[in-house]
């Protein structure tokens, strides 16, 4: 990505004022590539917070507003993700450019007609899977294109805290998207079966706790761990390589360490005889850019509306997450029984 100073500045507009939303208005407002014009909420409180955090800003409670307004360019969407299909559909079909808070849309469905919808435009539809900006994470994303790890063998992740318990979806659809957009970035392909567990230890009917195991064609498999129960906030992920393996930590002053230690299987001197040769190498965490990764996610989505390019955060990972959070809850359904997601039962 460029600096983003060589671009006309996009006019956008923010929906939605809640967790996620002032994060949007304090980033937008900060980068040279982005005019932001107003704030929209139905709510006047947080708006009214805002506005005057921000005086420069128009403050709206009325979404038509925003879609009538010719100034605006974009709309960068943070409202639960129940009104995402409606809100982006209404945004596309007035000419706006759209930035969407993950996931995408509650299903393959919906997000299909987004991208189509946004095809037929010629407009920039872009889920918010922000971790695909982290430095850590394109640091690891090199050492694998590089085949600095080797074969991978298997990728391990647990993503866990204490709360936030949401009323609207499980844990699955509130968490997982981080990972398995983080998977489908670094391997570049959907699994093709996918097995969950879980269970709603608070809220009846809201899975707050799950389980699941993920198989891709490459011969990966992966493991991840979500949770809004534990007893301490933890982001890490093991990629097991046959050469390297690679630990990242996202709440670590050192985010990724790799590890020069595997196993082989020499060849047997004798008939029978197998010893496996271990290997403990050296530990080194390379240097990891402390850059916000909201930024360059904003940033992108910034200069992908005036060139014309695809951003990273493509919405093509948005519909394959959103197939692969789709799979699990048929899983899960299906008391753990194995589910191909939906592009790879046609695959």
């Known amino acids: ?59 709206s409670r009325d979404f038509e507003e925003i879609l009538a307004d010719d100034e605006i360019e974009a709309v960068a969407i943070a409202t639960p993700v129940g009104t995402h299909a409606e809100l982006v559909t209404a945004a596309l079909a007035c000419g706006k450019h759209v930035f969407v808070e993950k996931p995408l849309a509650l299903s393959s469905a919906e997000a299909g007609s987004l991208m189509r919808l946004a095809d037929a435009g010629g407009l920039v539809l872009m889920p918010g899977h922000t971790f695909l900006y982290s430095p850590a994470v394109n640091v690891i994303k090199d050492l694998i294109q590089d085949g600095a790890l080797g074969e991978i063998y298997f990728i391990s992740s647990s993503r866990v805290n204490l709360g936030i318990h949401q009323s609207d979806v499980s844990v699955v659809w509130d968490l997982g998207p981080h990972d398995f957009s983080i998977l489908r970035y670094w391997l570049d392909e959907l699994p093709l079966r996918v097995a969950a567990l879980s269970r709603s230890c608070v809220i009846p009917g809201v899975a707050d706790v799950a389980f699941v195991s993920l198989e891709f064609p490459s011969g990966v498999v992966g493991h991840v761990e979500l949770a809004w129960l534990a007893p301490s906030k933890l982001r890490r992920t093991a990629v097991i390589g046959s050469e390297k393996m690679v630990v990242y930590d996202d709440t670590s002053n050192e985010p990724v360490r790799l590890f020069d230690s595997g196993v082989s299987l020499p060849e047997p001197q004798t008939f029978g005889e197998y010893r496996l040769s271990y290997r403990t190498g050296d530990i080194v965490s390379p240097r990891v850019d402390a850059i916000e990764p909201l930024a360059l996610e904003l940033r992108d989505f910034c200069e992908s509306v005036r060139t014309g390019r695809t951003p990273r955060s493509s919405a093509k990972i948005g519909l394959d997450v959103v197939r692969m959070v789709e799979a699990v809850e048929e899983s899960l359904d299906l008391l753990g029984a194995p589910v191909a997601p939906a592009e790879s039962r046609t695959a």
């Open 1 to 59: 990505m460029s600096d983003g100073n060589e671009i006309q500045p996009v006019k956008v507009a923010v929906v939605g004022l809640g967790y996620w939303g002032p994060n949007l208005v304090r980033n937008l407002h900060e980068l040279p590539c982005a005019s932001l014009e107003v704030v929209c909420d139905s709510r006047p409180e947080p708006l009214r917070q805002i506005c005057t955090r921000y005086p420069s800003l128009r403050g």
